[in-house]
T-cell receptor, first 117, second 111 residues
Framework: GAVVSQHPSRVICKSGTSVKIECRSL??????MFWYRQFPKQSLMLMAT?????????EQGVEKDKFLINHASLTLSTLTVTSAHPEDSSFYIC?????????????FGPGTRLTVL | KQEVTQIPAALSVPEGENLVLNCSFT??????LQWFRQDPGKGLTSLLL?????REQTSGRLNASLDKSSGRSTLYIAASQPGDSATYLC??????????FGSGTRLQVQP
């Protein structure tokens, strides 16, 4: 089956620093990738939709200047949390849509746990 | 705006019991509905995907049904096992490709 990886799986950083999270589709090309955020004991909330070669579409309430998304290739999207603060601590999960699949299945990465001190 | 609700929020059952998890959604114009499993601190594992034209899907001890007109889906787990303990998430896809998730049902199966 299609595999999506995320790196790092866990990161702890100081307040004010920037953190980059990578999402890769390992054995397929993904024209669209999605970034979700999950706070403790809550469900996943969509942050942004990323299409290869174009600007990401952000959900209402998500600061595009704080959460920088780059989708430079069909197998890689990155999320950079700039000037991270403790309230940004969360579980970030990406998913990748398979190009050309009629069922339009999304494959999810294993997630990245971000802790901002 | 699509909203997805899952009931119950938490469930504890003894091993061997059959159980039903419920999911409801407000906008019936969906493309598909998917059930996921999430273990603590982990990512998502897709369990079943039901297209809007389908009524149910089965995989092993799992059976998911979909009643699109009433905005409901159920996940039936037969002969539950301690290894089934996890959070189960329901998600729907509407016009855009991103998924809208419910808040999940935390299942604990007691040995």
């Amino acid at each position: 089956g299609a595999v999506v990886s995320q790196h790092p799986s866990r990161v702890i950083c100081k307040s004010g620093t920037s953190v980059k999270i990578e999402c890769r589709s390992l054995d397929f090309q993904a024209t669209t990738m999605f970034w979700y955020r999950q706070f403790p004991k809550q469900s996943l909330m969509l942050m942004a939709t990323s299409n290869e070669g174009s600007k990401a579409t952000y959900e209402q309430g998500v600061e595009k200047d704080k959460f920088l998304i780059n989708h430079a290739s069909l197998t890689l999207s990155t999320l950079t949390v700039t000037s991270a603060h403790p309230e940004d601590s969360s579980f970030y999960i990406c998913s990748a849509g398979v190009a050309g699949r009629s069922t339009d299945t999304q494959y999810f990465g294993p997630g990245t746990r971000l802790t901002v001190l | 705006k699509q909203e997805v609700t899952q009931i119950p929020a938490a469930l504890s059952v003894p091993e061997g019991e059959n159980l039903v998890l419920n999911c409801s959604f407000t906008d019936s114009a969906i493309y598909n509905l998917q059930w996921f499993r999430q273990d603590p601190g982990k990512g998502l594992t897709s369990l079943l995907l039901i297209q809007s034209s389908q009524r149910e899907q089965t995989s092993g001890r799992l059976n998911a049904s979909l009643d699109k007109s009433s905005g409901r889906s159920t996940l039936y787990i037969a002969a539950s096992q301690p290894g089934d303990s996890a959070t189960y998430l329901c998600a729907v896809r509407t016009g855009r490709r991103a998924l809208t998730f419910g808040s999940g049902t935390r299942l604990q199966v007691q040995p």
